[in-house]
């Protein structure tokens, strides 16, 4: 399949968007400004993984945050397809375009359970109650989840929860989801079965997904990768050329893959060792037997 | 030093039957070690945390420590509570001052809130709020609070998680230093870093807690199957190394450090 991406016009633009808290000091009403975010430009484009990462407290949160339009910038101009996000009405409607994840799934939710809180959310959309059974019939089979719907959110894991969050998001067929670390508190299985389910939704539903991260099983997901740190985009990667090299990966406070830590360390020992075609565990294995094999004839 | 005996507990379901999570558990736990705590979402690593912090009292049998029951009697559970430091898988439950700073102050031990602010880097966030600080920072303030008491036992559950790599080497730095004198318990889901880390593991699943040294573990990987977990990627590339005649049956390692100097070592010898 093609995937025409750069070329093509951008989904979501974003220009000179500042952000900044001010806080109230004291009585006397001193309040102190404290930039977050100065002066981004970004833009996203229709069905592609756009990866975010930066070291803690570099504002990707608040930046997700406002592009989901839940808080404000200062400054700057936001479009989506061309229409600036002050535009388009009635507001829901754009809550209805960009849906978000947010890292706290705890504050996701209000209702009891998630059959609960589907009714509440989707009643905000206009959606009626044949509409909702069929929203959570649709996205629960998706998601494996159809025995969870009504367990009270108290009686369920922390990974369960991220499921249903997600599942939440997806439920009115956004344009943009915005994801703020979607599996930070999963377990393995769960976070195979959230990032199979990524793939599926790029690949089948031409969803386009924002994705804050850490790890490097999410980011292998991405398309492309920008870095944000004190407040400002730095620095953006192609995937491929990003995840095989160290020097870029830990500069930008990012795990390093096993097999490239490896190999890398092994270079520090000035051992002869090439590079890697990609992290997999087939092309390590190669380069270390072709490595210890040439040895051995020499 | 830590003692579990025929620990029971069950909890009532929304339908009003009873489900049991651990059943007939007995575990010993000993200071000086890091026990790397592993299970799927869901199958009870939260609660197993909650029953040894003194928190939560098992259904039946009892959790000891340092031979005293900790759920005798008020007096003893209280004792307990002063001993651990729990260190919440959601930190929000631990913040209730409006500063960074108060936070650090309250309680005892105010000599040591100057080392702390130090050590973690507290200084830029002091006067924010707790609640509005990252999700990573929120968990380097638990981290440095709980320490603050200096418990002898540290609990921490999924301390890591959404950590960068900079503060996520700062923790495990840190809990390798803690251990060496306490007792500590962590829950991950990151295996490699549990492996890397940790001197036992402890994996739950099928209602009971099972301990393995690392090594142990590595070299069976069936072992993390059986609880439904990804084979680390040390044994992974151990084994793929194995198989090609690389390296030799027993070469498992906790590290990829240790597997480059193996690697090295063999370089060298041919």
Not at chain 2, 211 to 237: E, G, T
Not at chain 2, 248 to 263: G, K, L
Request: proline fraction near 4%.
């Amino acid at each position: 399949m093609a995937v025409i991406k750069q070329s093509a016009n951008a989904l979501l633009k974003v220009t000179h968007v500042q952000y900044a808290v001010e806080q109230l000091l004291n009585l006397n009403m001193e309040t102190r400004k404290t930039e977050i975010l100065h002066d981004i430009n970004l833009s996203v484009y229709p069905n592609e993984i756009l990866g975010l990462v930066g070291p803690n407290g570099s504002g990707k949160s608040t930046l997700s945050k406002i592009l989901a339009h839940i808080i404000e910038p200062n400054q700057g101009k936001i479009t989506l397809n061309g229409a600036d996000y002050q535009s388009i009405q009635p507001e829901w409607h754009l809550h209805q375009l960009v849906t978000m994840v947010f890292q706290d799934v705890e504050a996701q939710f209000i209702g009891q359970n998630f059959t609960e809180d589907m009714l509440l959310y989707l009643t905000n959309f206009g959606y009626n109650e044949t509409q909702i059974e069929n929203a959570i019939t649709e996205v629960t089979s998706l998601f494996g989840l159809q025995d969870l719907v009504e367990q009270p959110f108290t009686a369920l894991s922390g990974g369960q929860k991220q499921l249903l969050a997600i599942a939440e998001a997806l439920a009115i067929h956004p344009q943009l989801l915005i994801l703020d670390e979607p599996t930070a508190q999963l377990d393995g299985p769960n976070t195979d079965m959230v990032i199979q389910l990524l793939q599926q939704l790029q690949r089948e539903h031409r969803v386009t997904i924002l994705l804050v991260t850490h790890k490097l099983a999410e980011l292998a997901l991405t398309d492309r990768v920008l870095v944000l740190n004190q407040g400002t985009i730095k620095q953006s990667y192609a995937t491929k050329s990003l995840l095989t090299d160290q020097a870029v990966l830990e500069a930008n406070q990012l795990p390093v893959p096993d097999t490239l830590a490896i190999i890398t360390a092994l270079k520090q020992a000035g051992l002869p060792v090439g590079q890697l075609a990609d992290n997999s565990l087939p092309a390590f294995t190669r380069e270390v037997a072709r490595l210890l094999r040439r040895q051995q004839h020499a | 030093m830590l003692e579990l005996k025929n620990v029971n507990y069950t909890v009532k379901t929304t339908q009003g039957d009873e489900r049991p999570i651990f059943n007939q558990l007995s575990l010993s736990l000993v200071p000086h070690k890091l026990y790397g705590l592993l299970g799927v979402n869901g199958v009870g690593k939260t609660t197993f945390l909650n029953l040894i912090s003194g928190l939560v009292a098992p259904t039946t049998g009892t959790v000891a420590f340092k031979t005293k029951d900790v759920y005798q009697s008020a007096k003893q559970r209280r004792d307990y509570l002063d001993q651990v430091g729990y260190c919440l898988q959601n930190p929000d439950s631990l913040f209730f001052n409006k500063t960074v700073l108060d936070e650090l102050r309250y309680g005892a031990g105010a000599a040591s809130v100057e080392n702390l602010i130090q050590q973690f880097a507290l200084k830029p966030l002091l006067t924010a709020s707790p609640f509005e600080l990252s999700g990573g920072q929120k968990k380097r303030l638990a981290l440095a609070i709980m320490l603050k008491k200096q418990p002898e036992i540290l609990l921490c559950d999924e301390i890591t998680a959404g950590l960068d790599a900079h503060y996520r080497q700062f923790v495990l730095d840190l809990l390798k230093q803690y251990k060496r004198q306490h007792l500590t318990i962590w829950v991950t889901h990151d295996i490699d870093e549990a492996v890397a880390v940790s001197d036992e593991l402890l994996f739950i699943g099928h209602g009971r807690v099972q301990k393995y040294p690392i090594l142990a573990a590595l070299r069976q990987p069936a072992i993390f199957k059986h609880y439904h977990l990804r084979v680390p990627s040390q044994a992974a590339i151990s084994k793929a190394l194995i198989t090609q005649g690389l390296f030799t049956d027993q070469q498992y390692y906790r590290s990829n450090q240790e597997i480059a100097a193996a690697i090295t070592q063999i370089w060298k010898l041919r």
